[in-house]
């Protein structure tokens, strides 16, 4: 028996294994890239919004990529992946608290989405191993 820490795609199945993916980009999308800036390219979302609430935005945003961090351990991301994905929340988190410049950086640097490819990126390297 796996201990839970250590689970593999196996021990959850297929079907679990892709409805937390798929939970994980819905939760991706919504907070990095949900919105678009009118006449622009550029795309943000919760993230973003929520770093205009000064203080409690961002430990919100820390709370909703902290799950995310959760499922990845979960779904059985590797120490240096999930290292890897706590420093994207690190950086986000610690530079959108500073005021007015971290709310331009929000727009910028979306930490969901580089997660997001982290673990998409590990668990394709796995099913070609």
Do not use: C, Q
């Not at 979306?110 to 191993?129: D, P, V």
């Amino acid at each position: 028996m796996t201990t839970f820490a250590y689970a593999t795609v196996a021990d959850f199945g297929i079907d679990d294994h892709a409805r937390r993916l798929a939970r994980l980009k819905r939760l991706a999308h919504v907070m990095d890239t949900a919105l678009r800036i009118p006449g622009t390219r550029i795309r943000f979302g919760a993230d973003s919004a929520l770093g205009l609430i000064p203080g409690a935005g961002d430990v919100v945003a820390l709370g909703i990529s902290a799950f995310a961090l959760m499922e990845a351990v979960r779904l059985g991301a590797p120490p240096r992946v999930i290292a890897r994905m706590i420093g994207n929340v690190a950086i986000d988190t610690g530079l959108g608290a500073i005021p007015v410049a971290g709310d331009i950086f929000d727009l910028l640097f979306k930490s969901n989405t580089r997660n997001l490819k982290l673990l998409l990126e590990h668990f394709e390297r796995e099913t070609k191993a």
